[in-house]
């Protein structure tokens, strides 16, 4: 190695801190990645904790899990005692009795330090697990048969009156209801989820959520009541032709419920749904289309609902009627989630006249979710709500989402005030246009509710560009908009489970939300969705199977390949080679279906090619057989962390063979320096995926710059190769040419967008100059890894759980600072960068979680930087220092570190 040297001594046995100052961090206890989860599938959940020490260079080096039927029997754990367990591992796989249908977990840990002293317990976590069996349902699926769909009647609402005599103990309503479900208990809703089922592969399972229920019940009478929407199940022609992605038949809407109530003193008492249930089909819910929107008419609300003041003898209810099930083949499968909930409300930012009846709201950001809006009018009058992301002639214009798209709400004429918000499907817009309203409203009356998936957000970034910080702001926005059930594409024209962005903008994803749970839940949806022959569709679940001249939507390798380049995404961010075991031959399936489908060249050629991208040169066997190519290569390293030693050897050969084909389809032998037609995407690709050897790579480097170059610094690339493009110029140390590329602000550019309005990203980099295409879409995403690396942190090459963390700083153009956080599996890891230009120090501060040891790479000599107070020269707190190419590589350990370096230059 050039340059090399080694100025302090390596210092293996690191410098052990005082004793007792681990912990396990207050609120860090987690199940399967889900907090106190309810209605586990799992009977092997995996426990997981965070430690913290007061003190750098720690390290757990044991662990102790308890696990007890009930909190009072933790201190001698009945079902679980993991004894200590030498391992820096923070988690551990349950491993105590058996457990069945309904048992709960409580449990505790504790770990021991460098020292070999231990922390303190832990608080009690818990767990629960759901009906697990078949033969645990008493339940009946039920229905009312007097429903007419398209406004011939409301849509079905169900009641249970029962008495309790005991005080409750422990209360668990299983529920499911299709298409969508909002139960109450004596006039509560039994949850803060909203928009449940999630979505799951039609015919494989039907996924039930399970509800704690306990502290609605009351002594006496009670109330049970349920409503139903029709969710994307039944996606029938809605009412008034509103607007549908496609349609499904006429699907019964129909709900199983069973409520557990186990009494103090007292016996069990179940209340199952069968038909000694009440339902009625006059209550206010008309329609509720899931791309369409909805119908409510409040003067047919029911007095008193859902409380035990409605009248359900009255002649408008009628007994509940026992079907066989819904015509889905799967089994009830409990779906622990992470449910949808509201996670930000906001009041409007303005709202315009147009005329005396039609109003037009901003809410000032696009985003999905519902609005509420507080208004008034007579009996009878109808307001109808327009939800859209941008205006024209101050109208809302709907072609970007599909139109039309509108609730109806009629009101029941109530004084002062009432109000509005869809409950049964969401919308994704930034202006509400609102017609046939006769008051005249503020814009405070209206406010948005932004729903997603409940992932933890785990990550920040800041820095001193306004640009940069909202090119960051657009893209989270648009990953938010698209996390519910599935991360979908759009939250409007499509909703649908589009898989290539997963793992293209994963790093985005990861870094700002826990999804360790959600990952889970979505993986088996796409291994179900997986064909006999090995091909995994682009989306998932399969809602539309595009046949015919459309099967080139259907079967993408770049699509696809989400099935194998996820888990183990996921393995190196949360160490779950439970993923990579339990997948393992549908990954392998869907490689040798590549490999069918390259007829022994090693090349692939079919697909959708650079997805969205202005030059269209770029060959398709470019982007195809890199889609082949990431499959192998990332198989190659599954095999191996699994040890199938031979697997691993067999996708090492083949990941060679299709990078030595790569290469001899598509090199230009007569410049020596480029890829298929020059384009961006070809060399990107080329460099990206280690097609291209040694000795042109600096040349085709050269290439790809000049091209940036001549387009000003501009993109021609598109999704697929969009990664590549970053990934190529960072590993050839471009990171100049990045910084003018994501600095411009003419097309095609992220700066282009933020400029011209956009709030989230756009599906189309010239989006709303165009008369189609969404504004929040996530699949261009990826330049925010970009962002995220300015701090200059990020998991080393190679490591897993971010035991490995590189930092170096990206003192880049004329940025003055930058600053990332992220949760890992270990806990808090930053970094925060700034230069004073008064008098050229930079100043860098850095964590680094317990058990993880870090490098820090920082330009200049070793005797110009300090850490704390002192200089870096015979530190025994540090673990290693060298000095490479001018660049000084400090070695560290787990804690908060901060440096100066002196006579900074960039
Ligand atoms: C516990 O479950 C395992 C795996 O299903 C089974 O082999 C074992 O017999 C069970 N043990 C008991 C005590 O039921
Ligand atoms: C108000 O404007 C809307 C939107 O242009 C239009 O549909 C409606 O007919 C107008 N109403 C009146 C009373 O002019
Ligand atoms: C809508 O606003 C009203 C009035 O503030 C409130 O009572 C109601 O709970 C809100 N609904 C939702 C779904 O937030
Ligand atoms: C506006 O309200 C009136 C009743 O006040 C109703 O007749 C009319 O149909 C409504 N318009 C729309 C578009 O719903
Ligand atoms: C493999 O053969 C099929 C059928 O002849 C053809 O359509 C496809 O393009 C071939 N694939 C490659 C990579 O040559
Ligand atoms: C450099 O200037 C900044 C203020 O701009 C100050 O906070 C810092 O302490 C100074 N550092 C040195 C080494 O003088
Ligand atoms: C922590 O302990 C584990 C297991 O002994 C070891 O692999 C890891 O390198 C240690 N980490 C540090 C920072 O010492
Ligand atoms: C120093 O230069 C060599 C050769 O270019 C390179 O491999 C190495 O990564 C560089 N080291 C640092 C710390 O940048």
Excluded at 104 to 131: H, M, N, Q, Y
Excluded at 422 to 429: D, I, L, S
Excluded at 774 to 780: E, V
């Amino acid at each position: 190695m050039q340059g090399f040297l080694t100025i302090g001594l390596v210092v293996t046995a690191a410098i052990v801190p005082p004793a007792g100052a681990i912990s396990v961090e207050h609120g860090s206890l987690r199940t399967d990645g889900l907090v106190s989860p309810l209605g586990l599938a799992n009977t092997l959940p995996r426990l997981s904790w965070r430690p913290q020490s007061s003190t750098r260079n720690d390290n757990q080096t044991a662990y102790q899990v308890q696990v007890a039927s009930s909190p009072s029997a933790i201190e001698s754990p009945d079902l679980w005692d993991s004894g200590k367990v030498s391992s820096a591992d923070v988690w551990a796989r349950y491993a105590g009795h058996n457990l069945t249908s309904r048992d709960t977990g409580f449990w505790r840990v504790r770990i021991w330090d460098v020292w070999d002293k231990p922390s303190a317990w832990s608080e009690v976590d818990s767990f629960e697990l759901g009906l697990l069996a078949p033969s645990d349902w008493k339940a009946h699926w039920i229905t009312n048969r007097n429903y007419i769909p398209q406004g011939g009647t409301s849509l079905p609402v169900f009641a249970r009156t029962f008495n309790l005599s005991f005080p409750a103990d422990k209360a668990r309503l299983y529920l499911l209801g299709l298409g969508q479900h909002a139960a109450y208990l004596n006039g509560q809703p039994v949850s803060d989820a909203v928009l449940a089922p999630g979505y799951s592969q039609t015919n494989r399972s039907l996924p039930y959520s399970t509800y704690d229920v306990t502290s609605l019940l009351q002594h006496g009478e009670n109330f049970l009541g349920v409503e139903l929407g029709k969710g994307v199940y039944d996606a029938e022609k809605p009412l008034d032709k509103r607007y549908a992605d496609f349609y499904t038949t006429d699907n019964p809407l129909t709900l199983i419920a069973q409520l557990e109530i186990a009494c103090r003193d007292g016996p069990v008492v179940t209340v199952v749904s069968d038909e000694s249930w009440r339902t009625s089909v006059d209550g206010p819910q008309i329609e509720s289309a899931w791309y369409g929107g909805e119908e409510y008419d409040a003067r047919r609300e029911f007095p008193g609902w859902p409380t035990t003041a409605v009248d359900t003898a009255a002649s408008s209810w009628t007994d509940a009627s026992i079907i066989d099930g819904p015509p889905v083949n799967g089994s009830l499968t409990a779906d622990p989630g992470p449910p949808l909930r509201i996670v930000d409300r906001w009041k409007a930012k303005s709202v315009t006249r147009i005329n005396d009846t039609t109003w037009v709201f901003d809410l000032g950001t696009n985003f999905a979710g519902w609005y509420n809006l507080t208004m008034r009018g007579e009996a009878g009058q109808r307001v109808v709500f327009w939800p859209g992301e941008y205006l024209t002639n101050g109208l809302v214009n709907q072609s970007s989402t599909g139109r039309p798209i509108f609730d109806g709400y009629t009101f029941a004429g109530r004084s002062p005030a009432e109000w509005y918000a869809p409950r049964f499907m969401y919308h994704g817009f930034r202006y509400l246009q609102v017609d046939n309203l006769t008051h005249p409203p503020a814009a405070s009356d209206l406010e948005a509710l932004v729903i997603r998936a409940d992932n933890e957000a785990v990550g920040s970034f800041q820095s001193s560009s306004q640009l940069f910080n909202a090119i960051h702001g657009i893209i989270d926005r648009a990953i938010q908009s698209n996390m519910y059930s599935v991360l979908t594409d759009c939250p409007h024209r499509e909703k649908s489970g589009w898989l290539e962005q997963d793992h293209l903008v994963y790093e985005p994803l990861a870094r700002g939300f826990d999804i360790q749970a959600y990952a889970r839940r979505m993986l088996d949806i796409v291994a179900a969705s997986q064909l006999a022959d090995g091909m995994i569709p682009t989306t998932a679940p399969e809602f539309k199977v595009f046949l015919g001249s459309l099967s080139v939507y259907r079967d993408e390798p770049n699509w696809g390949d989400t099935m194998i380049l996820m888990p183990l995404q996921l393995y190196r961010t949360y160490g779950e080679v439970e993923l990579l075991e339990k997948y393992y031959d549908v990954m392998v399936a869907y490689l040798d279906y590549l490999g069918s489908k390259s007829n022994g060249t090693y090349t692939l050629d079919y697909g959708l090619g650079d997805w969205i991208t202005f030059d269209t040169s770029t060959p398709l066997g470019i982007t195809a057989t890199m889609g082949y190519q990431q499959s192998a290569a990332a198989m190659a390293t599954i095999a191996t962390v699994l040890g199938k030693t031979d697997d691993a050897a067999r996708f090492s050969a083949l990941n060679q063979n299709i990078l030595r084909a790569f290469h001899e389809k598509f090199f230009d032998t007569t410049s020596n320096s480029s890829y298929g037609s020059g384009s961006q995407a070809s060399n990107a690709i080329a460099l990206d995926i280690g097609a291209v050897p040694a000795e042109y790579e600096s040349a085709v480097l050269n290439m790809l710059v000049q091209s940036l170059v001549d387009n000003g610094y501009h993109f021609t690339v598109g999704e697929i190769a969009l990664p590549s493009l970053f990934r190529a110029l960072q590993a050839g140390g471009r990171d100049d040419v990045l910084f003018q590329t994501m600095s411009q602000t003419t097309n095609v550019s992220y700066g282009f967008q933020v400029t011209h309005g956009a709030t989230s990203l756009w599906e189309d980099w010239d989006g709303v100059f165009r008369t189609t295409g969404s504004l929040n879409h996530w699949m261009l995403g990826y330049g925010d890894a970009w962002l995220l690396r300015l701090a200059g942190m990020q998991q080393a090459e190679g490591s897993t759980v971010w035991s490995q963390i590189d930092f170096r700083p990206r003192v880049l153009g004329d940025l003055t600072s930058a600053s990332a956080k992220y949760r890992t599996v270990r806990g808090w890891a930053s970094a925060e960068w700034t230069l004073h230009g008064n008098n050229r120090t930079l100043e860098y501060r850095v964590k680094v979680p317990v058990g993880s040891t870090a490098r820090v790479f920082l330009d200049g000599d070793s005797r110009s930087i300090t850490e704390g107070s002192a200089g870096l020269q015979g530190r025994r707190d540090i673990l290693g220092l060298q000095q490479e190419n001018g660049t000084t590589v400090v070695t560290i350990g787990s804690g908060s570190y901060s440096f100066v370096v002196r006579d900074y230059s960039r």
